[in-house]
């Protein structure tokens, strides 16, 4: 059964600090997505990792892919206040039927 | 302009009742998802739609029936509604065999059964 995992949880930083979120996954898989997800709201893509060494970045959000090590981080440069949010991994089982396996989420908290 | 959009967005109603959530994309994508939220906010899926086929139904109880009278709409209905069900259900849709297959989530419908 895959697991992903995801750590920290729960992230308290102040603005102007840089962190990162890790995401493990347990089985090879065809692709990686970050989703946002505001109190209350829906999810937003961040960002599709397709292939082992692909990296995005959007602004102060940076995604990596390491499919050796079943790991993909989330690196946050110089966080704002308007970052804070519930930061989810998910990996997808198969590209054939889209069965996404979520992280249980990071929830990012940056204080001014 | 809604890309996915779910009606209602709450619903309260009495242990045992029988309820619908409506679902629909203008994407115009071929693949249909519903996921359950949590309140510890653990998102998993629960059926997912290629035009109009099941191909996702995974361990749900089978109070809780998907169905999709076109690729651009995908309702679910619950009967006997219990306690547990309260939760926040999304509903998604993405294009199978696009380059990233991405999938977009609608606003999210909060189940709260008393």
């Known amino acids: 059964e895959l697991k992903v995992e995801q750590n920290p949880l729960f992230l308290s930083m102040q603005e102007g600090k840089n962190y990162t979120i890790y995401c493990n996954y347990s089985?090879?898989?065809?692709?990686l997505y970050w989703y946002r997800q505001d109190p209350g709201k829906s999810l937003e893509s961040l960002f599709v990792?397709?292939?082992?060494?692909a990296v995005k970045q959007e602004g102060r959000l940076m995604a990596s892919l390491d499919t050796k090590a079943r790991l993909s981080t989330l690196h946050i440069t110089a966080a704002v206040h308007d970052l804070s949010a519930t930061y989810f991994c998910?990996?997808?089982?198969?590209?054939?039927?889209?069965?996404?396996?979520f992280g249980q989420g990071t929830t990012l908290q940056v204080k001014p | 302009d809604t890309a996915v959009s779910q009606t209602p967005k709450y619903l309260v109603t009495q242990m045992g009742n029988d309820k619908s959530i409506k679902c629909e994309q203008n994407?115009?994508?071929?693949?249909m998802y519903w996921y359950k939220q949590d309140s510890k906010k653990f998102l998993k899926i629960m059926f997912s739609?290629?035009?109009?086929?099941?191909?996702i139904n995974e361990t749900v109880p089978n109070r809780f029936s998907p169905k999709s009278p076109d690729k651009a709409h995908l309702n679910l209905h619950i009967n006997s509604l219990e306690l547990g069900d309260s939760a926040v259900y999304f509903c998604?849709?993405?294009?199978?065999?696009?380059?990233?297959?991405?999938?977009?989530f609608g606003p999210g419908t909060r189940l709260t059964v008393l």
């Open positions: 998604a849709s993405s294009q199978a065999g696009g380059v990233t297959d991405t999938q977009y």
């Open positions: 089985t090879t898989s065809d692709r």
């Open positions: 990792l397709l292939s082992n060494g």
């Open positions: 998910a990996v997808d089982l198969s590209s054939n039927t889209g069965k996404l396996i």
């Open positions: 994407l115009g994508h071929d693949t």
């Open positions: 739609y290629n035009n109009k086929e099941l191909i």
